[in-house]
Protein backbone atom coordinates (compact mmCIF):
# COMPACT_ATOMS: atom_id res chain seq x y z
CA UNK A 1 0.00 0.00 0.00
CA UNK A 2 1.56 3.28 -1.35
CA UNK A 3 2.40 6.26 1.18
CA UNK A 4 3.11 9.44 1.23
CA UNK A 5 5.05 11.67 3.96
CA UNK A 6 5.77 15.55 3.58
CA UNK A 7 8.94 16.44 5.22
CA UNK A 8 11.03 20.17 5.19
CA UNK A 9 11.37 23.54 7.24
CA UNK A 10 8.25 24.81 8.59
CA UNK A 11 8.82 28.57 8.49
CA UNK A 12 10.54 30.34 5.83
CA UNK A 13 11.52 33.57 5.76
CA UNK A 14 10.15 36.39 2.67
CA UNK A 15 12.31 36.23 -0.47
CA UNK A 16 13.61 32.89 -0.06
CA UNK A 17 13.06 29.28 -1.27
CA UNK A 18 10.33 27.26 0.28
CA UNK A 19 11.88 23.23 -0.14
CA UNK A 20 9.82 20.13 0.45
CA UNK A 21 10.58 16.59 -0.17
CA UNK A 22 7.82 13.58 -0.25
CA UNK A 23 9.24 10.53 0.42
CA UNK A 24 7.17 7.46 -1.16
CA UNK A 25 7.03 4.08 0.03
CA UNK A 26 5.31 1.08 -0.27
CA UNK A 27 5.16 1.13 -3.86
CA UNK A 28 7.04 2.39 -6.62
CA UNK A 29 7.95 5.82 -7.94
CA UNK A 30 8.62 4.61 -11.29
CA UNK A 31 4.67 3.32 -11.75
CA UNK A 32 2.74 4.89 -14.37
CA UNK A 33 1.36 7.68 -12.33
CA UNK A 34 1.61 11.32 -11.79
CA UNK A 35 3.25 12.99 -8.14
CA UNK A 36 1.60 15.90 -7.16
CA UNK A 37 1.84 19.21 -5.10
CA UNK A 38 -1.39 20.18 -3.45
CA UNK A 39 -1.57 23.48 -1.15
CA UNK A 40 -4.09 25.18 1.39
CA UNK A 41 -3.81 28.11 2.34
CA UNK A 42 -5.33 29.14 5.73
CA UNK A 43 -9.57 29.64 5.55
CA UNK A 44 -8.91 28.58 1.56
CA UNK A 45 -9.62 25.95 -0.81
CA UNK A 46 -7.09 23.10 -2.34
CA UNK A 47 -5.01 24.72 -4.68
CA UNK A 48 -2.74 22.59 -7.47
CA UNK A 49 0.55 23.37 -7.07
CA UNK A 50 2.50 20.79 -10.11
CA UNK A 51 3.18 17.11 -10.23
CA UNK A 52 5.75 15.22 -12.10
CA UNK A 53 6.33 12.42 -13.78
CA UNK A 54 9.17 9.91 -12.99
CA UNK A 55 10.96 10.44 -16.46
CA UNK A 56 11.26 14.25 -15.04
CA UNK A 57 8.14 15.68 -17.09
CA UNK A 58 6.45 18.19 -15.22
CA UNK A 59 3.24 20.32 -15.19
CA UNK A 60 2.68 23.45 -13.17
CA UNK A 61 0.46 26.28 -12.36
CA UNK A 62 0.12 29.02 -14.58
CA UNK A 63 -0.17 31.28 -11.51
CA UNK A 64 2.94 29.79 -9.76
CA UNK A 65 5.20 28.69 -12.77
CA UNK A 66 7.79 31.37 -13.11
CA UNK A 67 8.39 29.96 -9.00
CA UNK A 68 8.17 26.53 -8.78
CA UNK A 69 10.31 23.38 -9.48
CA UNK A 70 9.90 19.96 -9.54
CA UNK A 71 11.92 17.34 -9.58
CA UNK A 72 12.95 13.65 -8.69
CA UNK A 73 15.10 11.29 -7.20
CA UNK A 74 14.16 7.77 -8.06
CA UNK A 75 16.87 5.90 -6.31
CA UNK A 76 15.60 7.47 -3.03
CA UNK A 77 12.04 7.22 -4.12
CA UNK A 78 11.03 10.48 -3.29
CA UNK A 79 10.05 13.85 -4.90
CA UNK A 80 10.58 17.52 -4.28
CA UNK A 81 9.18 20.99 -4.52
CA UNK A 82 10.98 24.57 -4.73
CA UNK A 83 8.88 27.50 -4.65
CA UNK A 84 11.51 30.31 -4.71
CA UNK A 85 10.94 34.27 -3.79
CA UNK A 86 8.12 33.26 -1.52
CA UNK A 87 5.99 36.02 0.41
CA UNK A 88 3.13 35.34 3.20
CA UNK A 89 0.52 34.60 0.19
CA UNK A 90 2.46 31.24 -0.16
CA UNK A 91 1.78 29.96 3.47
CA UNK A 92 -0.34 27.04 3.43
CA UNK A 93 -0.60 23.71 4.19
CA UNK A 94 1.41 21.60 1.64
CA UNK A 95 0.22 18.41 0.68
CA UNK A 96 1.80 15.70 -1.42
CA UNK A 97 -0.41 13.09 -3.48
CA UNK A 98 -0.38 10.51 -5.95
CA UNK A 99 -1.80 10.91 -9.53
CA UNK A 100 -3.18 7.62 -10.07
CA UNK A 101 -3.47 6.80 -13.88
CA UNK A 102 -3.37 2.72 -13.42
CA UNK A 103 -1.33 2.84 -16.92
CA UNK A 104 -4.27 4.81 -19.19
CA UNK A 105 -4.68 8.26 -20.72
CA UNK A 106 -7.00 9.42 -18.03
CA UNK A 107 -6.80 9.93 -14.28
CA UNK A 108 -7.97 7.43 -11.69
CA UNK A 109 -7.82 10.35 -9.47
CA UNK A 110 -5.21 12.24 -6.50
CA UNK A 111 -6.16 8.60 -4.29
CA UNK A 112 -3.34 8.88 -1.96
CA UNK A 113 -2.43 11.92 -0.20
CA UNK A 114 0.17 12.99 2.83
CA UNK A 115 -0.81 14.12 6.21
CA UNK A 116 0.45 17.52 5.00
CA UNK A 117 3.05 19.64 6.52
CA UNK A 118 2.65 23.41 7.20
CA UNK A 119 5.18 25.92 6.20
CA UNK A 120 4.40 29.41 7.23
CA UNK A 121 6.51 32.25 5.45
CA UNK A 122 7.15 34.80 8.08
CA UNK A 123 10.44 36.63 8.99
CA UNK B 1 -11.42 32.95 -7.38
CA UNK B 2 -11.69 29.44 -9.45
CA UNK B 3 -12.62 28.93 -12.60
CA UNK B 4 -14.73 25.95 -11.13
CA UNK B 5 -17.36 27.12 -8.83
CA UNK B 6 -19.38 25.49 -5.83
CA UNK B 7 -21.12 26.96 -3.80
CA UNK B 8 -19.45 27.70 -0.25
CA UNK B 9 -22.16 25.91 2.17
CA UNK B 10 -24.25 22.79 2.47
CA UNK B 11 -26.05 21.45 4.89
CA UNK B 12 -28.68 18.40 5.88
CA UNK B 13 -30.22 16.31 8.82
CA UNK B 14 -29.36 12.57 9.35
CA UNK B 15 -30.82 10.64 6.69
CA UNK B 16 -31.43 13.34 4.18
CA UNK B 17 -29.79 13.23 0.83
CA UNK B 18 -27.82 16.21 0.36
CA UNK B 19 -26.21 17.50 -3.74
CA UNK B 20 -23.14 19.88 -4.14
CA UNK B 21 -22.79 21.54 -7.38
CA UNK B 22 -19.84 22.03 -9.65
CA UNK B 23 -20.09 24.44 -12.25
CA UNK B 24 -17.35 25.29 -15.33
CA UNK B 25 -16.52 25.65 -18.93
CA UNK B 26 -15.94 23.93 -21.72
CA UNK B 27 -12.51 23.84 -21.27
CA UNK B 28 -12.09 22.00 -18.57
CA UNK B 29 -15.88 20.36 -17.27
CA UNK B 30 -17.69 20.56 -20.15
CA UNK B 31 -14.43 17.96 -22.27
CA UNK B 32 -12.93 16.78 -18.91
CA UNK B 33 -13.67 13.99 -16.30
CA UNK B 34 -14.76 15.58 -12.74
CA UNK B 35 -13.13 14.60 -9.62
CA UNK B 36 -14.57 15.00 -6.17
CA UNK B 37 -12.82 14.74 -2.95
CA UNK B 38 -13.62 14.72 0.96
CA UNK B 39 -11.48 17.01 3.39
CA UNK B 40 -11.08 17.48 7.05
CA UNK B 41 -8.92 20.11 7.76
CA UNK B 42 -5.59 18.80 9.15
CA UNK B 43 -6.42 15.28 7.42
CA UNK B 44 -5.28 13.91 4.28
CA UNK B 45 -7.69 14.84 1.43
CA UNK B 46 -9.42 11.52 0.73
CA UNK B 47 -10.81 10.93 -3.11
CA UNK B 48 -14.58 10.01 -2.93
CA UNK B 49 -15.20 9.93 -7.32
CA UNK B 50 -12.94 9.68 -10.33
CA UNK B 51 -13.96 10.33 -13.69
CA UNK B 52 -17.30 11.86 -12.85
CA UNK B 53 -19.13 9.10 -11.65
CA UNK B 54 -16.74 6.19 -10.55
CA UNK B 55 -16.24 5.06 -6.69
CA UNK B 56 -12.98 4.07 -5.66
CA UNK B 57 -12.84 0.96 -3.63
CA UNK B 58 -13.99 1.93 -0.04
CA UNK B 59 -16.33 4.74 -0.83
CA UNK B 60 -19.72 3.57 0.19
CA UNK B 61 -22.58 3.65 -2.36
CA UNK B 62 -24.41 7.03 -0.55
CA UNK B 63 -21.79 9.22 -2.44
CA UNK B 64 -22.48 9.57 -6.24
CA UNK B 65 -21.44 11.62 -8.89
CA UNK B 66 -22.79 12.65 -11.88
CA UNK B 67 -22.01 15.20 -14.75
CA UNK B 68 -24.13 17.51 -17.61
CA UNK B 69 -22.48 19.25 -19.90
CA UNK B 70 -20.31 22.07 -18.24
CA UNK B 71 -21.86 21.26 -14.94
CA UNK B 72 -21.17 18.21 -12.44
CA UNK B 73 -22.68 17.02 -8.94
CA UNK B 74 -21.68 15.44 -5.59
CA UNK B 75 -24.91 13.64 -3.96
CA UNK B 76 -24.76 12.05 -0.33
CA UNK B 77 -27.63 9.90 0.84
CA UNK B 78 -28.63 8.69 3.72
CA UNK B 79 -26.44 11.58 5.47
CA UNK B 80 -24.55 11.00 8.57
CA UNK B 81 -22.43 12.92 11.29
CA UNK B 82 -19.66 11.56 9.63
CA UNK B 83 -19.93 13.74 6.40
CA UNK B 84 -19.68 16.88 7.77
CA UNK B 85 -16.54 17.60 5.73
CA UNK B 86 -15.43 20.21 2.91
CA UNK B 87 -15.89 19.20 -0.32
CA UNK B 88 -13.67 19.89 -3.55
CA UNK B 89 -14.60 18.82 -7.33
CA UNK B 90 -11.69 19.23 -9.47
CA UNK B 91 -10.60 18.80 -13.14
CA UNK B 92 -8.39 19.05 -15.94
CA UNK B 93 -8.14 22.31 -17.50
CA UNK B 94 -7.42 22.63 -21.29
CA UNK B 95 -6.75 26.40 -21.97
CA UNK B 96 -4.51 26.27 -18.21
CA UNK B 97 -3.40 23.26 -18.82
CA UNK B 98 -3.43 22.33 -15.11
CA UNK B 99 -5.98 20.39 -12.61
CA UNK B 100 -8.39 23.11 -11.09
CA UNK B 101 -10.18 22.76 -7.62
CA UNK B 102 -13.09 24.23 -6.51
CA UNK B 103 -13.22 26.93 -4.22
CA UNK B 104 -14.86 24.09 -1.73
CA UNK B 105 -18.40 23.38 -0.07
CA UNK B 106 -18.57 23.00 3.48
CA UNK B 107 -21.01 20.22 4.45
CA UNK B 108 -23.26 20.82 8.03
CA UNK B 109 -24.99 18.11 9.12
CA UNK B 110 -27.91 19.82 11.49
Known amino acids: QVQLQESGPGLVKPSGTLSLTCAVSGGSISSSNWWSWVRQPPGKGLEWVGEIYHSGNTKYNPSLKSRVTISVDKSKKQFSLKLSSVTAADTAVYHC????????????????WGQGTTVTVSS | QSVVTQPPSASGTPGQRVTISCSGS????????VYWYQHLPGTAPKLLIYRSNQRPSGVPDRFSGSKSGTSASLAISGLRSEDEADYYC???????????FGGGTKLTVL
Open chain 2, 90 to 100: AAWDDSLSGWV
Open chain 2, 26 to 33: NSNIGNNY
Open chain 1, 97 to 112: ARNFYDGGAYSNGMDV
